[in-house]
């Protein structure tokens, strides 16, 4: 993997550049910054440099050893490389298996191919075979810690560095941590160790102390844009928009792209406006109005249709008729208690405030003042009856 793939983070990479031309790279180095600036990409991409891949896009032509390693770094099987990844026990394995990574690699590999970019939740759904698989906790285990030191004390395949990257170490208990720290402590030859963390204050302090700690900042709004536009292929009025929501998360800015997390996030809102007329509390309506006016004009047209639908289905479930109603079962665990307040005495007024509003945006009006508008409405319309 090259460093033209990375989104972003050109400091941290010069930094690491540095020190390779310096011949100053410290056996041990640790990652540590937000959730989805990413680490982990820059760890793959630097892990393949001290493997041996080629960083520059109009480097001379490869030698028949360079073509090797870069087929094998495509496909993440380069035998020196070493991944540690926590895991959970499955319900396939037998009682007195002890997971390690290796019980997992086809499925870290599929999962890197995808994209360096991830969450744990992804890796999760990776692994498990079934609900309950899901809501274990993944851990590094100590058999695992064991794993890692009868590796990296074999003699490289290949004759060159040798690498064991460790994603979320401290997913480690106190044995498996104190494994790892005599193997920092004693490195074998040639060997690095790269950490990738997202909560580092959880590690031992005497693993902290044996490692060089390189943070990440968020990647800026404007690298997350260009992203958005080269990447996804979206238009630049909606790549800056989720650029800005996103806030320096690339995960949290293409789970933004997916309409079924917009959904979920407008029945949030949805809730939120109607408790909040309900009980008046105009100083929380005001921020609600204040937090919509930041999504973008088309996010909030479709969150306004999206009112219209609950409004529309919470008022059909007063008839208790189930070839009727058309909701989520999220939508309708709220829709349960709220109902009963959307009757023929408010619905048609509500429809057309929300129909009114929809207008007002799409003819450029303040965001601020047609929502707020909007919410001290819904508190005279929702006593109707």
């Known amino acids: 993997m090259k460093f033209s793939e990375v989104i972003g983070q050109k400091e941290v990479w010069a930094r690491l550049m540095q020190m390779a031309e310096e011949e100053r790279i410290p056996h041990a180095i640790m990652f540590c910054g937000p959730k989805g600036c990413g680490k982990m990409a820059v760890a793959l991409a630097f892990a393949s440099y001290l493997m041996g891949e080629k960083m520059e896009e109009n480097a001379s032509t490869p030698t028949d050893a360079e073509r090797r390693t870069s087929a094998m770094l495509k496909k993440w099987e380069h035998p020196d490389l070493h991944f540690t990844f926590p895991t959970i026990k499955t319900s396939d394995m037998g009682s007195e298996h002890k997971p390690i990574s290796d019980d997992f690699i086809t499925q870290w590999r599929e999962l890197l191919a995808e994209g360096p ?16 698989d899901f809501n274990k906790q993944a851990i590094i285990t100590v058999e695992e810690t064991d794993e890692i030191s009868r590796k990296l004390n074999f003699k490289s395949v290949l004759g060159g560095n040798k690498v064991s990257l460790i994603w979320l170490p401290e997913r480690m208990n106190i044995t498996s941590a104190n494994k790892i720290l005599k193997l920092l402590e004693e490195p ?4 690095y160790f790269i950490m990738v963390s997202e909560e580092p204050e959880l590690l031992l302090e005497t693993i902290r102390s044996r490692t060089q700690r390189i943070d990440f900042k968020k990647i800026s709004d404007e690298e997350m844009e260009e992203a958005l536009i080269s990447r996804r292929g979206l238009e630049q009025e909606n790549a800056h928009r989720i650029a800005r929501i996103a806030h320096g998360n690339w995960n949290a800015a293409i789970e933004e792209l997916n309409a079924g997390n917009e959904n979920r996030q407008h029945l949030d809102m949805f809730i939120m406006l109607m408790r909040l007329a309900y009980m008046r509390n105009i100083h929380d309506l005001k921020k609600w109005s204040e937090v919509v006016a930041t999504f973008g004009r088309e996010k909030q047209k479709r969150m ?30 709220f829709a349960k208690n709220f109902a009963r307040f959307i009757n023929e005495a408010n619905i048609i007024d509500i429809f057309n405030l929300f129909d ?30």
């Open 356 to 385: 009114e509003c929809k207008r007002d945006i799409g003819q450029n009006a303040n965001a601020k003042i047609v929502f707020f508008d909007l919410a001290l409405k819904i508190i005279v319309l929702l006593i109707r009856k």
């Open 304 to 333: 306004l249709d999206y009112f219209t639908h609950m409004l529309r289905e919470s008022f059909m479930y007063n008839f208790r008729q189930e070839e009727l109603i058309y909701m989520t079962q999220e939508e309708e665990n």
């Open 188 to 191: 074998p030859a040639k060997t």
């Open 117 to 132: 970019y991830f969450q744990i939740d992804q890796w999760m759904r990776k692994m498990g075979k079934n609900d309950a």
